[in-house]
């Protein structure tokens, strides 16, 4: 694997003004995968190793894209982070605990919030504040402090004005920040999301994209996405780049994206500002490196 | 144009979900297009716009309870008449793969031309000739089991279902929601082809507008049921502030366009194409260092 280093900030500091909000930096590990291996059906027909001897550390506090092709092992590697998968070789360890040992499940769980493609299959309630606290109100608190975190989940969501809709009456974006609702009110020190935004419009897509990094910029929690969006990848602090079972490239998106000849072998597309901006430098235009969103092109443009 | 190169007409179509009760819907309301015969159509709408209601009415699902439609020629309203449209009107479901039921990849896609009536080596022929137009070998493929293959392949399956029928109008909803990005411009390559050599009509329902510009000769927007947008993606494409007012968006290089024209470049606006984004780029950067 490629492993480029994150050297300096990535990102400028919070200018959230919301009270809720508290910044903490840390170079703490949060996840640490070794020498992870998983094959599924294991002496069954049906065998295949989807996972190959996996090396990961993942940093308390990051933003964390995976990108790859279907069928690389994004999946399987992030169902390991709570446990709804255990290591077939190799181990995971989450906030300093083994996830082979049972007994460490349910604070491994709490600590890691899942959302998944598809909201509807998440939801429970048929009022929005009564699915947003059926978590909390299995974790066994004071009424008052449940209430305090639901209050605060529907905050940081921006659902605060719903409470009392049906969930089905929502939109797709609304959904899903309600799936993630109900993660958040457990008070989670990360959240792994997986296709959150495949069933989405547009609309939706870019609700859910700005509601994670908010959550993650107050340093609230880590955040791991897996996506196929390239221009979705390219707003995190990391990317890792999985193909045939295991990370192939991983490091900050510009310089992931930099090696794209590596990534059109694996039939991966740049974000559109850096696919045109590689274009252009191909007809011997002179294009600064890190051009990743359509904004940097725009100022490229203007500064000139 | 002639007047029956207009395989589907739709005059006025309202549809009203559970009408009289509490729980009333008006998920269309009076839309009134057409589409020719070999067209390739987009629509387009944020979830909950009438998308899916609208292209279930062309196969008789679902009927107006309001004004008209025709497809094919057949009064959608015309209880008797409608009963033979799914011969001739494909629709792809949402994630269709999860119909899929029988034992085996060629007895799933034998299905609907057993049901037509077909002999054993006409419907022999129609599964072979279906599976190669969506990219699968007949001879790898048919005796496994569905439930074997990997997402993809299971959705290619299905639609294979839908083509062994030939039908003359092929309705994809959402056909490559959850594909990575190289499943899903192979998929739509593959409907492009079946569309050119077969001369079928396809309807696609799409969140992704990159689809919609880069595939449809025409396309509609959907706005809470209503008919906003209707003609060619280049046309449609350039109401960005629209379009991002109905929760919809544009495809990334038509939205740089739209960006460096706010802030004052003189490009085009009509832009779809990473390649034509890059050539409109090259004339500003060319135009700057000629000044200097």
């Keep these: 694997m490629t492993e480029f280093n994150v050297t300096g900030p990535v990102r400028n500091a919070p200018e959230s003004h919301d009270s809720l909000l508290t910044t903490h930096d840390s170079n703490e590990i949060f996840i640490e995968v070794k020498d992870l291996t998983y094959v599924y059906n294991q002496g069954k027909p049906g065998e295949f190793q989807a996972l190959s001897g996996v090396n990961l550390d993942i940093k308390k506090g990051e933003f964390l894209a995976v990108v790859g092709p279907n069928g690389s092992g994004k999946s399987t590697l992030v169902r390991h982070f709570n446990v709804l998968l255990t290591p077939t070789e190799g181990k995971v360890i989450v906030g300093g605990l083994d996830t082979r040992s049972p007994e460490n499940v349910w604070e491994i769980r709490r600590q890691v919030g899942m959302v998944f493609q598809n909201p509807d299959n998440q939801i429970v309630s048929s009022l929005l504040e009564e699915d947003v606290a059926f978590g909390v109100e299995n974790l066994g608190l004071a009424p008052e402090e449940a209430r305090e975190r639901v209050e605060e989940a529907l905050l940081l969501t921006g659902l605060s004005g719903y409470r009392k809709y049906q969930p089905h009456l929502l939109s797709g974006g609304q959904k899903q920040r309600l799936a993630i609702a109900g993660v958040l009110a457990m008070r989670p020190a990360c959240l792994v999301l997986d296709e959150p935004s495949s069933m989405l419009d547009p609309a939706g897509r870019a609700e859910l994209m700005e509601t994670l990094i908010r959550l993650n910029r107050s340093g609230r929690v880590t955040v791991i996405l897996v996506t196929h969006s390239m221009e979705d990848a390219a707003r995190a602090d990391k990317v890792i780049v999985m193909h045939e079972g295991g990370p192939v490239l991983a490091g900050p998106p510009d310089r992931v994206f930099a090696e794209y000849m590596l990534l059109d072998k694996m039939n991966l597309a740049l974000p559109a500002a850096a696919e045109i901006s590689r274009c252009l430098r191909r007809r011997g235009f002179l294009v600064p490196d890190g051009i990743l969103s359509l904004d940097d092109m725009v100022s490229f443009l203007c500064r000139r | ?292």
Excluded at chain 2, 48 to 72: D, E, M, R, Y
Excluded at chain 2, 111 to 123: A, I, L, S
Aim: hydrophobic content about 40%; aromatic content about 6%.
């Design chain 2, 1 to 292: 144009m002639n007047k029956n190169s207009k395989i589907i007409k739709v005059e006025n179509l309202t549809h009203i979900y559970s009408p009289g009760t509490p729980f009333q819907v008006v998920s269309l309301d009076e839309i009134s297009l057409e589409i020719e015969k070999g067209e390739f159509f987009a629509v387009i709408g944020s979830t909950g716009s009438g998308k899916s209601t609208l292209v279930q009415h062309f196969n008789g699902i679902l009927t107006p309870t309001k004004g008209k439609a025709w497809v094919c020629g057949t009064d959608i309203s015309d209880k008797r008449q409608r009963r033979n449209l799914w011969r001739r009107v494909g629709l792809v479901f949402q994630q269709p793969e999860q119909q899929l039921f029988e034992e085996t990849v060629f007895d799933d896609v034998a299905f609907g031309p057993k049901n037509m009536g077909f002999d054993k080596d006409e419907v022999k022929r129609r599964v072979e000739k279906a599976l190669g137009q969506m990219g699968l070998d007949p001879a790898l493929v048919s005796r496994v089991s569905p439930f074997s293959l990997s997402g993809g392949t299971r959705r290619k399956v299905a639609i294979a279902g839908v083509l062994a029928m030939t039908p003359d109008v092929l309705i994809l909803d959402e056909p490559a929601a959850g594909l990575d990005p190289q499943g899903r411009r192979q998929l739509m390559d593959l409907v492009e082809d079946f569309r050119r050599t077969e001369g079928v009509t396809v309807i696609l329902v799409t969140h992704s507008m990159e689809e919609a510009a880069l595939k449809a000769d025409r396309m509609a927007v959907l706005d809470k049921g209503r008919l906003v947008m209707e003609g060619s993606p280049r046309e449609v494409f350039n109401r960005a502030g629209e379009l991002r007012a109905l929760g919809l968006d544009v495809p990334a290089p038509a939205q740089l366009m739209h960006k460096l024209r706010a802030a004052g470049k003189q490009v085009r606006m009509d832009i779809l194409t990473n390649e034509e984004a890059v050539e409109e780029i090259a004339k500003l950067l060319s135009k700057d260092n000629r000044r200097f």
